[in-house]
């Protein structure tokens, strides 16, 4: 076959000569080139209509990727050079691409020519090529190229040569400072690809890539595939040549260059899914290694039990985890080549029970992604849900099987009702929205997404059985290997393993937003019992929504759990209509009943105030820790309709604090603040009230964790810290926590009085709340006004400045954002503008620049006083600030519950609601939260003031009424 590609080969020589060397020798009708000539002649230059905003016109695919770059971290720019073969479904005159920021310096295509386009660039220019022209678009990132001659149909390849800065926002190719070293860094989800080359940069593009790069031999380079060969260029440079990918989208190349520190971890041994061994690595800034062991060992039982549970090996050749010390996001899941911020790699000898387990998480997650979103893809970010929710939704089982000391199924349920509460907004998005601009983009990577997505997973989970889920979801997989596939893609394979539609099941959950609310109603009579259910969406109060929303529908699987003559039982029904009625099994009356067994199903409960006494009085002790979580935020969702009385509700809110699991305890920490800081104007009697519920909590664990105790137990204390330090300003615990704080910053007595950190000094979990307390007040700041001095203002301001210099001199990126957070927890006049100033600081790496402002805005006294200083320094912030993370800016400021102070954020955000991607709906989102803070104020704040001088002094009882069910009708 070679003769013929040879014959092949000299044919297009032949014609190119023809159609583009300047010849005298006419071209003939009728031949390509002919017409290629007579169309040049015929059409003139004109203006290119846009792609429609977000996507690429159809007509063109690219097949395969080669890209060579030279990089060196310690330069301002790199260079480079790609060759993409694309296949035209037409014969054109130009194409449209990504780029940003880049100068091009050679550009021609190769009609229909292979040549030796391998796993590397052209080596020399083909004779036949044709040279085109760049034409960038002003205020986009779409490039067109256009040719002199139609190109087209068929194959071609693509070669560009260019020159491009390295990003400054943490975004494309970076260089990040770390340790007196220079490192190069990628990140380039969503759409960010196109700045270090360009390329077609939608997800629907999935090809192989071929990734050469050329650095100093003193650098080692990192890619997603295995290193293939090494060349030495010459004394100071080698090129570092990578095994081609299997087919992936844009958004998931990845590489890192630099003076890295490597751990050879070894082999993740075969299971019974997987019958090869996966290569494990550690890279880390130089002298940052020995931090790696534990995410090492999470990462490769992680790996095995995520395999064992979906039924499909590791796709990938290896795994390599990069800790990234500049990184906006936590984690990003590059297939072979995962990058984390490196607060979840590198760990000390004593990280501490929370950094241990958020090194779990993220570590999960980033894997559960090799399957969902690496090896089966989205086609465009209407579908993010199909990589974000199931990697949420598998990480909390991974790290139930390989870690179940971190209760990993009870964070499962926070995040359920977390996601509740975002999506219970007018402006909440569908998990399902409609992308159509960089602004929806961003939008996408949000609670619904991710924890109402895996929400819905868990409860379909359930509702199916596990087998059929899991068979369903493993030859979704199968047959979309390496492909791109859609939620129909899903419901088909999982109604097949079922039996059953799941589209009619999903479907309104994911292109409907809202949360259903079911009102549970029990009338007992002669003849037995009946449940009517009763559906509609929860609209708390204070926010105006679309009167068609209350059309809004869905199918709901539920469970209700209820008691009689001691025992439990439960009954399960499809809600497929506004209303129905359920015959209780025959029986007496049911005492109690929990509308939400197991509380795994996706809604909101209401009952009356009856029967919701009677589930609080007997049968609360009967519920296990997730319905008693459930029944707590059924409360506050009570609350947030405006539908209880405080007499009715204070009760079992101090039930719920004194209840013995944590995340249980602490689940009105949020509703506690509102009344203390919102209704009380921060009354000293509110606050001695929550601490009354509170203090004896902590008293009993102490502040010394103790041998054998849980991770609850030691996470507890650090929640009870936070929120009697923060919340209820007790003066005692912040006199004791501040006594911690001096010495962890070698500020107390002997023997910490040296100046130099002290970890030792105080669990690592109560760092940052004993922090904390050295810089807030203990009487706090009416809000709007300005601090009297006292005496602990001199030496506040001393440690400030110890501890900035503290964490300006630490690599630690842990220690660094405890430390910058608790001083900028500051409540003195004169320092605030010194603390802001640090949002600017180009000491601070960019990831820590919103935490100044993150801190002062979540202090009532020093809100208004940020938002200003945020109006006056758009521009700065604009440049300085990761680009990924403007726009969630306005969330900040969520807490004001004025709508003076909702008019005035409008204004602040307004010159920039065009340019900061994604901000026009978390402006919406926190002008609803602070609407909703007000109307709640009106509504409780002056019953509450009537209730507060006897609150505190007993436990009031619940009220239930008799056991009577006939005297409770």
């Known amino acids: 076959m070679k003769w013929r590609r040879f014959l092949s080969i000299c044919l297009w020589t032949w014609i190119g000569t023809w159609g583009c060397s300047g010849s005298s020798i006419p071209a003939r009708p009728g031949t390509v080139a002919g017409r290629a000539s007579e169309e040049a002649r015929r059409q003139e230059r004109k203006p290119l209509s846009l792609p429609p905003e977000g996507r690429l016109p159809p007509g063109i695919t690219p097949l395969r990727y080669a890209l060579e770059l030279e990089v060196d971290p310690r330069k301002t720019g790199f260079g480079g050079q790609v060759d993409i073969r694309i296949r035209l479904e037409h014969a054109v005159r130009h194409i449209w691409l990504h780029a940003a920021g880049m100068q091009v310096e050679e550009l021609f295509v190769v009609p229909g020519f292979e040549g030796d386009f391998q796993d590397r660039v052209l080596s020399s220019r083909p004779g036949f ?87 100093k031999s003193t650098d080692r380079a990192f890619s997603n595939g295995p290193e293939a060969d090494i060349d030495q260029i010459d004394e100071e440079s080698i090129i570092v040549r990578f095994a081609r990918t299997p087919p992936l989208p844009t958004y998931l190349v990845a590489f890192a260059v630099g003076p890295f520190d490597v751990v050879e971890w070894g082999l993740i041994p075969p299971n019974r899914v997987r019958a090869h061994s996966v290569p494990l690595r550690g890279i880390a800034p130089q002298g940052r290694s020995k931090e790696m062991g534990f995410a090492l060992g999470q990462a490769s039982r992680l790996l095995s039990t995520l395999e064992e549970r979906i039924g499909v090996p590791y796709p990938f050749e290896k795994l390599d985890l990069v800790a990234v010390p500049d990184f906006a996001s936590g984690a990003m899941e590059n297939p072979g080549l995962i990058t984390f911020r490196d607060t979840f790699l590198l760990l000390p000898e004593r990280p501490g029970v929370d950094k241990i387990r958020a090194t779990t998480s993220v570590i999960a997650h980033e894997l559960a992604h090799q399957w969902f979103g690496n090896l089966v893809t989205m086609p465009w970010w209407d579908e993010l849900w199909l990589n974000e929710a199931f990697a949420t939704f598998l990480a909390f089982r991974a790290v139930a099987r390989v870690a179940p000391e971190q209760n990993a199924l009870m964070q499962e349920a926070i995040s359920m009702h977390q996601a509740m509460d975002a999506d219970s907004l007018p402006s909440a998005r569908r998990v399902r929205q409609s992308i159509a601009s960089e602004h929806d983009i961003r939008n996408a990577f949000d609670a619904i997404t991710y924890q109402k997505g895996a929400a819905l997973l868990g409860m379909l989970e359930a509702h199916l059985g596990e087998d059929a889920f899991w068979k369903g979801i493993k030859d979704f997989l199968e047959a979309h290997r390496f492909g791109s596939a859609r939620t129909e893609d899903v419901y088909l394979s999982l109604s097949r393993a079922a039996g059953v539609d799941v589209a009619s099941r999903l479907l309104p959950y994911l292109d409907q937003a809202g949360v259903p609310l079911l009102q549970v109603d029990l009338v007992c009579g002669e003849a037995g019992g009946v449940i009517e259910l009763r559906q509609r969406p929860f609209m708390p109060l204070g926010v105006e929504f679309d009167p068609s929303a209350l059309n809004s529908r869905w199918t709901i699987p539920v469970c209700l759990r209820f008691g009689r003559r001691g025992g439990e039982e439960e009954a399960c029904m499809l809600l497929r209509d506004f209303g129905m009625r359920f015959a209780v099994p025959p029986g007496p009356c049911p005492e109690w009943v929990h509308p939400n067994a197991g509380a795994i199903a996706y809604y909101r409960f209401a009952l009356p105030a009856q029967e919701f006494n009677a589930l609080g009085l007997w049968g609360y002790d009967r519920l296990n820790a997730r319905e008693r979580l459930s029944l707590a935020h059924a409360l506050e969702g009570m609350v947030r309709l405006g539908a209880q009385e405080l007499e009715d509700i204070l009760p079992f809110l101090e039930r719920v604090a004194n209840d013995p699991e944590r995340v249980v305890s602490t689940a009105p920490f949020g509703l506690f603040r509102q009344m203390v800081e919102h209704w009380a104007q921060g009354d000293a009697r509110a606050r001695r009230w929550v601490a009354s519920l509170y203090g004896t909590r902590l008293a009993r664990l102490t502040w010394n964790s103790k041998p054998g105790e849980t991770q609850e137990d030691t996470l507890f204390r650090r929640d009870l810290a936070w929120f009697l330090i923060r919340v209820a300003r007790d003066e005692r615990v912040i006199a004791q926590a501040a006594e911690l704080g001096r010495n962890y910053l070698g500020k107390g007595q002997p023997p910490y009085h040296d100046g130099r950190l002290h970890p030792e000094a105080l669990p690592p979990e109560l760092v940052a709340p004993a922090l904390q307390a050295l810089f807030i007040r203990p009487e706090p700041c009416a809000a709007g006004q300005a601090c009297a001095d006292d005496p602990g203002s001199a030496q506040r301001a001393l440690l400030f400045e110890h501890a900035l210099n503290l964490a300006l001199a630490s690599e630690d990126g842990a220690i660094r954002q405890r430390l910058l957070f608790a001083i900028a927890s500051v409540e003195e006049e004169g320092l605030r503008e010194r603390v802001l100033g640090l949002a600017l600081d180009p000491r601070l790496r960019v990831n820590e620049r919103e935490i100044p402002i993150a801190a002062q805005a979540s202090g009532s006294s020093g809100r208004r006083f940020v938002l200003e200083w945020v109006g006056a320094h758009l521009q700065e912030i604009g440049r300085s600030f990761a680009r990924v993370r403007l726009g969630n800016l306005p969330l900040l400021f969520s807490d004001f519950c004025a709508p003076t102070d909702l008019e005035h954020l409008k204004t602040v955000f307004r010159p920039v609601i065009d340019s900061w991607p994604g901000i026009p709906r978390n402006l919406a989102l926190a002008a609803e939260a602070i609407a909703m803070c007000a109307a709640l104020r009106e509504r409780y704040a002056e019953p509450f003031g009537r209730l507060l001088p006897f609150l505190g002094q007993g436990r009031q009882k619940l009220k239930g009424g008799s056991n009577d069910r006939k005297s409770r009708q």
């Open 129 to 215: 090529a044709i040279n085109a022209d760049w034409e960038a678009t002003p205020g986009t990132e779409l490039v067109a190229i256009r040719f002199p001659v139609l190109v087209g149909p068929g194959d071609s390849t693509l070669h560009i040569r260019y020159r491009a800065p390295f990003d400054t926002q943490l975004q494309g190719l970076y260089r990040v400072e770390a340790g007196g070293q220079s490192y190069a860094f990628t990140q380039f989800e969503p759409t960010m690809a196109r700045r270090a080359f360009p390329c077609f940069d939608e997800p629907r593009f999935k090809t192989p890539f071929s990734v050469s790069l050329k650095i």
